[in-house]
């Protein structure tokens, strides 16, 4: 992530910076300061939409896991369907059915849920990265202040 590489560069600016006599303050080139603060602002709209991706690919992961649910459920019925010729093999079918639904709806919450887990672990990852990032920025604001 570039973004990173900026604000490493960011702080060995001001770790290396000249010190001024007596004080715990440094000299160091504003421009320079400004023009990486400026990149590191147009970075940052990338880090959101990659945020936003995967917000989107969550959406996206649970609608694909739904349709499957439903495609095993519709499955299941016309396999029951297809076995009502015989009295024997309709009770069967009653009983597999029962099973083959409970079977299908639980696989669907465990997609479910696992898309889920998985989408909050990767947004709450970027939420921390970016909130640390927001952070040192405005610490180094402070400094520069």
Request: aromatic letters at 2%; zero cysteines.
């Amino acid at each position: 992530m570039e973004i990173f590489t900026l604000l490493e560069t960011l702080e060995e600016i001001i770790e290396n910076s000249k010190s001024v006599p007596f004080t715990n303050k440094g000299v160091i080139d504003r421009e320079e300061m400004l023009d990486l603060i400026k990149e590191i602002r147009i970075k940052l709209p990338e880090e959101l939409k990659q945020a936003k991706w995967v917000k989107e690919e969550r959406t996206r992961i649970l609608i694909e896991a739904q349709k499957e649910a439903d495609d095993i459920v519709k499955e299941a019925e016309n396999r029951i369907i297809a076995m009502i010729d015989e009295h024997e093999i309709t009770r069967k079918a009653y009983e597999q059915k029962a099973e083959i639904i409970e079977t299908a709806n639980e696989m669907a919450r465990e997609i479910s849920n696992g898309t889920k887990e998985h989408a909050d672990k990767l947004l709450a990852e970027i939420e921390t990265l970016l909130e640390n990032e927001l952070k040192t920025i405005q610490n180094n604001r402070k400094e520069l202040k």
